[in-house]
């Protein structure tokens, strides 16, 4: 079958995933592979700019990996690495730099977030993020980069920066790649408040177990309004809710919509069916997890094959490169 293009996407390692995760970006890196030829990086430099410490970084990008696979990536297909392992990278991300300017840097919403989760740590590594992450895409010849919307202004930024590379050195030697827009639902914690994030203990892991995702589901704010059993609920402002119209029959979905809005089910059953049914949803991806984390060295393989494969892309792209530079 003959492929539409290169999509290159790349994730910070945060260790094991969370339905956050699977329903912002991995159910779609699967979903991609059919149609296109997928470069998926954990970014580990990227997460150098905000740790204090790296003692789990490894355990972290062999967790992430470990999901990434568990959810059906498939590694015969597409390639799946460690930023760190293709250090051409970093020599991309320099020449780059070259023609970026300050001030272009600092009014980019990330980096403005980045200051305000991080006011005591804003280091140079935080201001060049977008550039690393140029990089990133733009040395596998990447055609496609999938992002949210919300994500559109930081996909700019990379054309802008090909642009003004191509300018500078006078010939056509990076490729402006395109936005893909995807579908990213906000998915809110089990506080019903913020995004669903492992630094706010607000989230549910892929791979716990289903008594834990139960636990956890139970733990969920519903409709702040429906303080009794008797009181009639709105499922439209219930987070518990979202989730059933994701991961739950539509039989069950439609019988939720009405019998909340009429007291005819409470908000402790409609979370028990819910954690049924995320568990019914996640039961073949744990038995995948569980059965590749007998063999901890494929998932390394798989890495390190990975590295092999985007080493080669890169260093082709890096030839065009350095002679577009005029480096000897």
Same mark, same amino acid.
């Given at each position: 079958?003959?492929?539409?293009?290169?999509?290159?996407?790349?994730?910070?390692?945060?260790?094991?995933?969370?339905?956050?995760?699977?329903?912002?970006?991995?159910? #779609?890196?699967?979903?991609?592979?059919?149609?296109?030829?997928?470069?998926?990086?954990?970014?580990?430099?990227?997460?150098?700019?905000?740790?204090?410490?790296?003692?789990?970084?490894?355990?972290?990008?062999?967790?992430?990996?470990?999901?990434?696979?568990?959810?059906?990536?498939?590694?015969?297909?597409?390639?799946?690495?460690?930023?760190?392992?293709?250090?051409?990278?970093?020599?991309?991300?320099?020449?780059?730099?070259?023609?970026?300017?300050?001030?272009?840097?600092?009014?980019?919403?990330?980096?403005?977030?980045?200051?305000?989760?991080?006011?005591? #740590?804003?280091?140079?590594?935080?201001?060049?993020?977008?550039?690393?992450?140029?990089? =990133?895409?733009?040395?596998?010849?990447?055609?496609?980069?999938?992002?949210?919307?919300?994500?559109?202004?930081?996909?700019?930024?990379?054309?802008?920066?090909?642009?003004?590379?191509?300018?500078?050195?006078?010939?056509?030697?990076?490729?402006?790649?395109?936005?893909?827009?995807?579908?990213?639902?906000?998915?809110?914690?089990?506080?019903?408040?913020?995004?669903?994030?492992?630094?706010?203990?607000?989230?549910?892991?892929?791979?716990?177990?289903?008594?834990?995702?139960?636990?956890?589901?139970?733990?969920?704010?519903?409709?702040?309004?429906?303080?009794?059993?008797? =009181?009639?609920?709105?499922?439209?402002?219930?987070?518990?809710?979202?989730?059933?119209?994701?991961?739950?029959?539509?039989?069950?979905?439609?019988?939720? #919509?009405?019998?909340?809005?009429?007291?005819?089910?409470?908000?402790?059953?409609?979370?028990?069916?819910?954690?049924?049914?995320? #568990?019914?949803?996640?039961?073949?991806?744990?038995?995948?997890?569980? =059965?590749?984390?007998?063999?901890?060295?494929?998932?390394?393989?798989?890495?390190?094959?990975?590295?092999?494969?985007?080493?080669?892309?890169?260093?082709?792209?890096?030839?065009?490169?350095?002679?577009?530079?005029?480096?000897?």
């Amino acid at each position: 079958m003959t492929k539409k293009g290169r999509v290159f996407s790349g994730a910070r390692p945060t260790g094991r995933q969370h339905l956050g995760n699977y329903l912002g970006a991995m159910r #779609n890196y699967v979903a991609l592979q059919d149609d296109y030829d997928c470069i998926y990086c954990v970014v580990d430099v990227h997460a150098l700019t905000t740790l204090e410490t790296t003692l789990e970084l490894k355990q972290n990008t062999y967790d992430m990996a470990l999901d990434w696979l568990a959810v059906g990536i498939r590694p015969e297909e597409s390639v799946v690495f460690v930023q760190s392992h293709v250090p051409q990278v970093m020599e991309l991300h320099t020449y780059l730099s070259m023609v970026t300017p300050l001030g272009k840097l600092t009014d980019l919403p990330t980096f403005k977030d980045k200051v305000r989760e991080n006011p005591n #740590n804003i280091n140079y590594g935080l201001v060049g993020y977008p550039v690393l992450m140029a990089a =990133d895409i733009l040395l596998y010849g990447t055609d496609f980069v999938p992002v949210g919307i919300d994500q559109a202004p930081h996909l700019e930024f990379t054309r802008e920066v090909v642009r003004s590379f191509n300018y500078r050195y006078g010939k056509p030697v990076l490729k402006e790649p395109q936005m893909k827009a995807t579908s990213v639902p906000k998915v809110l914690g089990i506080d019903g408040v913020q995004k669903m994030s492992k630094s706010l203990n607000n989230h549910i892991e892929l791979a716990a177990t289903p008594e834990e995702t139960t636990q956890r589901v139970m733990q969920m704010v519903t409709d702040p309004a429906r303080v009794r059993r008797s =009181d009639p609920g709105n499922p439209d402002v219930c987070n518990v809710f979202s989730l059933h119209k994701i991961f739950s029959p539509q039989a069950d979905v439609d019988m939720v #919509n009405v019998e909340c809005r009429r007291a005819g089910i409470g908000c402790v059953d409609c979370k028990k069916l819910l954690a049924k049914n995320l #568990n019914a949803h996640l039961e073949s991806f744990r038995a995948r997890r569980t =059965d590749l984390d007998k063999n901890p060295a494929y998932i390394w393989d798989v890495l390190d094959d990975g590295a092999r494969r985007a080493n080669v892309l890169a260093e082709g792209t890096m030839v065009n490169v350095r002679s577009a530079i005029g480096l000897p």
